[in-house]
């Protein structure tokens, strides 16, 4: 008879882990890139970051000081969040801004719904979306890295298209899909966004770094390969369909995938084991959904980037996919 069974909200964790050693291990892998983005955006990077994180900790302290729950700080989730909510962020946004993104993130991204475990959707993501409806020229507003300007102006519309290319390859591709010319002058960008010495939000600018990251959280088994492929792959399709119609319109996938939020979002955002399904089958459906809607809205949508619109609208349907690919009991399906 058993005598110690547990019923309790996800991430269910298959192998003998804490959800306190898999939030450490997500931020070891974070590590890379939040230093990649000191590097490349000095001390704006480190402020935003620790903002965040302050922020987003002390806002669940409260939550659960106000409904009266038991301290939950020590799972590293808040903390998580922040780190994340940061790297996707632009360099100059002002710090109020990062405050009531990173209060948004926790308090209704997260605790409204019940604390770790019962939230729908990814609370940076919600955080992001919620920052990007209010303040939407804050978070258009691109900062040169500093080892090309050490002043480190910011990048508008207003300034040249060489400006802009730097600022951020994505603007300028989706500039090249409406004149139905120029992506030759993104694609030439595959090395800077590659290494980080493109402008973008903190966490978007090296693809090296992010790599590193999630390669060690495959290696730790940490995060599950198959919604990382999925996202890729299809992105790759999707944007290989697009760069094959007509290549001086369209980015190469190569371009595609080391922009943006695209590896963030694979290794990162997309894997988070609240948010995502259960089943294998359902990670390959919520992956391939994730970078097919990306690269929709990246390639006929008016926005540049749809990682964000992306992440949270597969948010919404995962309870469907759950109940799609539900998993075969041992000995098979249960007789009607």
């Known amino acids: 008879m058993l005598t110690d069974l547990r019923v309790s909200c996800a991430p269910h964790i298959s192998k003998p882990l804490s959800t306190r050693s898999v939030m450490i291990d997500v931020i070891i892998g974070l590590v890379p890139a939040v230093v990649a983005a000191g590097y490349y955006f000095r001390i704006y990077a480190l402020i935003l970051t620790s903002t965040c994180v302050i922020s987003a900790v002390v806002t669940e302290w409260l939550c659960n000081k106000i409904l009266k729950k038991p301290n939950s700080l020590d799972d590293f989730s808040a903390v998580v ?29 997260k605790m409204v719904f019940g604390g770790l475990g019962s939230n729908i959707f990814n609370p940076a993501m919600a955080g992001r979306a919620f920052l990007t409806a209010c303040f939407g ?5 691109w900062t040169v890295p500093a080892t090309i300007d050490t002043t ?28 139905k010319t120029g992506a030759e002058v993104v694609n030439e960008q595959f090395k800077d966004t590659f290494t980080g010495e493109v402008g973008g939000c903190l966490g ?9 990251g999630g390669l060690y959280l495959l290696i730790r088994q940490t995060i599950a390969w198959r919604i990382p492929l999925a996202v890729l792959a299809s992105a790759f ?12 319109a369209y980015a190469s996938p190569l371009t595609h995938l080391t922009s ?3 590896l963030l979002c694979a290794f990162f955002i997309a894997t988070d ?30 926005y540049p980037e749809g990682i964000m619109y992306a992440v949270l609208l597969m948010n919404a349907v995962t309870p469907l996919i759950d109940r799609l690919c539900k998993r075969i009991p041992a000995g098979g399906k249960p007789s009607a």
């Not at 084991?273 to 990306?294: E, S």
């Open 260 to 262: 943006g939020g695209m």
């Open 237 to 248: 399709v999707f944007s290989a369909i697009g760069y094959l119609t007509d290549n001086t």
């Open 204 to 212: 978007e600018t090296s693809a090296v770094a992010l790599l590193l």
């Open 152 to 179: 480190m102006p910011k990048i508008s519309a207003e300034n040249t298209i060489h400006a802009r290319t730097q600022a951020t390859p994505l603007a300028w591709s989706k500039q090249a899909i409406k004149t």
């Open 273 to 302: 084991p609240v948010t995502a399904p259960l089943t294998g089958r359902g990670m390959w459906i919520f992956g391939i959904g994730v970078g097919a809607i990306t690269m929709l809205i990246r390639i006929v949508g008016e």
């Open 81 to 109: 969040t922040g780190i994340i909510l940061a790297l996707s962020l632009p360099p100059s946004l002002p710090i109020w801004a990062a405050i009531i993104g990173s209060v948004f993130s926790i308090a209704i991204g």
């Open 137 to 141: 020229m804050l978070m258009t507003s």
